[in-house]
């Protein structure tokens, strides 16, 4: 496996912001590092030299790439007591009369694994029709997959065992199908959803959101692209709107020049907008 010096990630990082507008050089350089020699590996590249060239001159090839570089949450379901706290705290918090104007977002979306959770938990609550979803992606490729409904096989019976721990009204299996080996899931679930192609400084966020999930995600940034991002985030959302970023992460100790969050539900990592 091709390992790279600080020299070529710096230059990996010229070449896609000189080329394509995309700012890598606040990733957390361990884990962005990692992910570039994953990409060399994955597409049979035969050095550093190698994938300059590419990203360089092949812009279809920047979108494989950036399908690569950003780590999906492949479970569906991951953590079931977020998803327990949406159906049983959560939701039915909300007055009816709230929903007509009601937006979700999902910043970044991969392999659409909290996607389609999302789509199910809300059709499971009556309320799928009821409320806006929209989901930005990064790559053409990402947009596609989602919208194919597939899914690895692999992954499967963590995501059956995460349903079942949430405990959901049906059985995982009635939103997919097995289809020559392949699992592919009900895309009539993400039928109403908004896509928009975006990039990692969300210039195309929503506005007034109530709901934003971005789990996971920031522990892949240096704290002053957590900071931004942070900024960015409560920028999007409505009065007292929330923010979910995942039990593995804090805002805490982060440089956001808008300390304007508390704390919703410590455990989960669930955060509101202050007023």
Request: proline letters at 3%; one cysteine or more.
């Amino acid at each position: 496996m091709v390992e790279l010096g600080i020299v070529d990630i710096r230059e990996i990082v010229r070449i896609i912001k000189s080329v394509y507008n995309y700012d890598f050089s606040n990733y957390a350089l361990t884990s962005f590092k990692y992910s570039l020699e994953k990409v060399i590996a994955q597409n049979g590249l035969m050095n550093a030299e190698t994938l300059f060239r590419k990203l360089s001159e092949d812009s279809n090839f920047f979108d494989k790439f950036l399908d690569n570089i950003l780590v999906p949450s492949t479970e569906m379901f991951r953590d079931p007591s977020l998803w327990r706290w949406l159906r049983e705290d959560y939701f039915p918090s909300i007055s009816p009369r709230h929903f007509e104007n009601f937006k979700i977002w999902l910043p970044l979306c991969v392999s659409g694994a909290e996607l389609y959770s999302l789509c199910i938990l809300l059709k499971e609550l009556n309320l799928l029709d009821s409320v806006k979803i929209i989901a930005s992606v990064f790559s053409n490729e990402s947009l596609t997959y989602i919208r194919s409904g597939k899914y690895p096989l692999k992954k499967l019976e963590v995501s059956i065992e995460n349903y079942r721990r949430f405990q959901g009204n049906s059985n995982l299996e009635n939103y997919y199908k097995l289809i020559n080996n392949e699992a592919i899931r009900d895309t009539s679930l993400i039928s109403n959803v908004e896509f928009i192609k975006d990039d990692i400084t969300f210039n195309k966020a929503p506005q007034n959101v109530k709901l934003i999930l971005f789990r996971n995600v920031m522990i892949y940034f240096n704290p002053t692209l957590q900071a931004q991002v942070l900024d960015k985030l409560n920028n999007c959302l409505s009065a007292a709107g929330n923010l979910i970023i995942g039990i593995k992460e804090s805002i805490k100790g982060t440089n956001s020049a808008n300390p304007v969050f508390e704390i919703v539900n410590e455990n989960e990592n669930i955060y509101k907008r202050k007023f």
